[in-house]
């Protein structure tokens, strides 16, 4: 039961005269609220990107981030990320999203996802595909990424 929006299985039940759900059935109902979280924070970094929004991207992030990156091969903290990898790319980048999420892993007040993204460079059109895995740890109100791996798709 982790993550920014945490259920409790006693509020869940609580005031309930009916049979209420078995702890198996409250784990899917946990599982599906991180799952849940975790594709909110995809949307929101998704939209920063496109949006070219830094400070909206800063704020899904931890300061003291680990990047690998299409450009910056490895980068500590969240100013070097930002001028590193993101403006050498988002000003550059159109049409960015993120698919195919292939894997979301929790544990404890960790999440990775594993995901395809796409975009198109800006300059000459030409579609560009990859895959990140993101980290992220739940605070209390939110999910920040600790670390973000993003690679393209070998050619």
């Known amino acids: 039961m982790h993550g920014p929006d945490r259920l409790s299985y006693d509020a869940?039940?609580?005031?309930?005269?009916?049979?209420?759900?078995?702890?198996?059935?409250?784990?899917k109902l946990v599982e599906s609220a991180t799952r849940s979280s975790v594709r909110e924070w995809l949307a929101?970094?998704?939209?920063?990107?496109?949006?070219?929004?830094?400070?909206?991207?800063r704020k899904?992030?931890?300061?003291?981030?680990?990047?690998?990156?299409?450009?910056?091969?490895?980068?500590?903290?969240?100013?070097?990320?930002?001028?590193?990898?993101?403006?050498?790319?988002?000003?550059?980048?159109?049409?960015?999203?993120?698919?195919?999420?292939?894997?979301?892993?929790?544990?404890?007040?960790l999440a990775a996802v594993v995901v395809e993204w796409s975009s198109v460079r800006a300059d000459d059109f030409v579609l560009r595909q990859g895959r990140a895995t993101i980290v992220l740890s739940a605070t209390q109100r939110e999910w920040l990424a600790v670390h973000t791996h993003f690679s393209l798709v070998p050619t």
């Not at 939209?47 to 830094?54: L, N, Q, S, T």
């Not at 450009?71 to 930002?82: D, M, Q, T």
């Open 44 to 57: 929101a970094f998704q939209a920063a990107v496109r949006a070219r929004d830094y400070d909206g991207g």
């Open 12 to 27: 869940l039940v609580a005031g309930r005269d009916d049979d209420y759900p078995t702890l198996d059935e409250f784990a």
């Open 60 to 109: 899904l992030c931890s300061p003291e981030i680990v990047g690998f990156g299409t450009v910056a091969s490895r980068v500590r903290g969240i100013e070097r990320l930002e001028t590193e990898q993101w403006r050498m790319v988002w000003d550059r980048t159109t049409d960015f999203h993120f698919h195919d999420i292939l894997a979301i892993v929790e544990h404890a007040d």
